[in-house]
């Protein structure tokens, strides 16, 4: 009988998806299930988007260009121009989400057995990204009780050896909501510069932050690094269109984009529609974005207030995503959350949590951590905390 690859074996189950299956029997059995496993947010797509995909006069659906139309390119360099980043239209190619861009990203920069350090806990697919690039995952990790903040430069160097070729961010994270300050990024920039690494910046989350104190600083802002600096962006939560699947790669390292083209290359090209919806999204009103930032620093503060009236419950206040890593008073989460789906309601009603050890590469770390996306509307988070608290009690004292 023929065999799948060590690659196929070793490819992790996301954490955020893996319990579907139990949802959906869930559903079936008559219960409600709240979502707050998956970073789907509840706000509107912005009509322009969406009214430039039905008004669309195409006759033949054809390739764009490897790199994404040019007029997208464009108005994007100009977007992060006005954004205060120093971005080109060189410096952009356009991907099939930001999925593809950190794929992209890896394949440009590492060969098989290169080694790439990441702080944990981080974006699941991290972990599949580097299996299907042959890369090592090398984690450094940072502590709900240090609230998840970088950790000290001496641990990832430490950690640097012949193999090391690149570190990877994500600001504001996914799955903790911590914003990197400008130190900490101006660190890990003279960090990368010293021992001549990459330095991979996922900042599809740059417009939620919640704090008016707070701003996100760009790898893309630090001047001596531009050969190092990748940055990898999307348009899925910034315009709540994750099913668009359009991201991009930025880098003005001239090599590395040029790698990238040839990936971009062997792929064709990035979805037609989808771009045109994008490069629409392009014109939504600063309206917009003030009034989906407002609403989720209020399901923040309701998530985060109803969270910590649990007993037992360990949460930090995130400042920015939309996510946040909670320590419950369980030994397993990944059963916690199963039994949730499998065998807990309260009045016809479940919650979905995604068990936190997936956002992990260290063994036997987080195992007793969910994270929890807050992409309800606020009335919907309480309930779900209502629940949660009720099912704590419930799954304890079995």
């Known amino acids: ?20 299956p139990y949802a959906e029997i869930a559903k079936k059995n008559g219960n409600k299930v709240y979502h707050l496993n998956i970073g789907q947010p509840d706000i509107k797509t912005p009509e322009v988007a969406l009214n430039a995909v039905k008004n669309a006069n195409i006759k033949v659906l054809e390739y764009s260009h490897s790199a994404g139309f040019e007029s997208y390119r464009t108005k994007l360099s100009q977007y992060y121009i006005n954004h205060g980043l120093p971005i080109n239209v060189a410096d952009i190619i356009i991907t099939t989400g930001g999925s593809e861009a950190l794929l992209f990203a890896l394949g440009s920069t590492m060969d098989f057995g290169d080694e790439i350090i990441i702080p944990e806990p981080f974006y ?15 984690p450094v990790i940072s502590t709900i009780d240090e609230g998840f903040a970088l950790p000290p430069i ?8 012949s193999k090391t070729k690149a570190i990877l961010i994500c600001n504001p994270g996914n799955p903790t909501g911590y914003l990197y300050s400008e130190d900490e990024i101006q660190q890990l920039a003279a960090m990368v510069k010293k021992h001549d690494l990459f330095l991979i910046a996922d900042e599809v989350y740059r417009e939620f932050i919640y704090d008016s104190k707070e701003k996100h600083y760009s790898v893309m802002n630090v001047p001596g690094i531009e050969e190092n600096a990748i940055m990898i962006d999307s348009v899925s939560k910034r315009y709540s269109m994750c099913g668009a699947r359009i991201g991009c790669i930025v880098s ?19 979805p037609t529609f989808e771009q045109i919806a994008s490069e629409a999204a392009l014109e939504t009103p600063q309206s917009y974005f003030d009034e989906v930032i407002r609403e989720y620093k209020e399901r923040r503060d309701t998530l985060i207030s109803e969270l910590q009236k649990i007993e037992g419950v360990k949460v930090g ?10 320590q419950l008073p369980v030994t397993n989460a990944d059963d ?9 309601n309260l009045n016809g009603e479940t919650v979905m949590v995604a068990p936190a050890a997936g956002f992990y590469s260290t063994p036997n770390v987080g195992l007793n951590e969910v994270r929890i996306a807050y992409v309800l509307k606020k009335e919907d988070l309480v309930r779900s905390v209502n629940i949660l608290k009720a099912a704590l009690l419930a799954y304890n004292s079995k």
């Open 336 to 344: 916690f959350a199963q039994w949730l789906l499998e065998s807990f």
């Open 317 to 326: 206040t995130p400042k920015g995503a939309f996510y946040c890593i909670a």
């Open 1 to 20: 009988m023929p065999t799948i690859s060590n690659k196929g074996k070793q490819m992790p189950e996301s954490p955020i998806r893996k319990l579907v």
């Open 124 to 138: 699941a697919n991290y972990n599949g990204f580097s299996v299907a690039s042959g890369v090592v995952v090398v």
């Open 252 to 270: 003005k390292n001239k090599e590395v984009m040029t790698a990238a083209m040839k990936f971009a290359q062997a792929r064709l090209s990035p």
């Open 154 to 161: 001496s641990a990832f160097e430490k950690l640097i050896t």
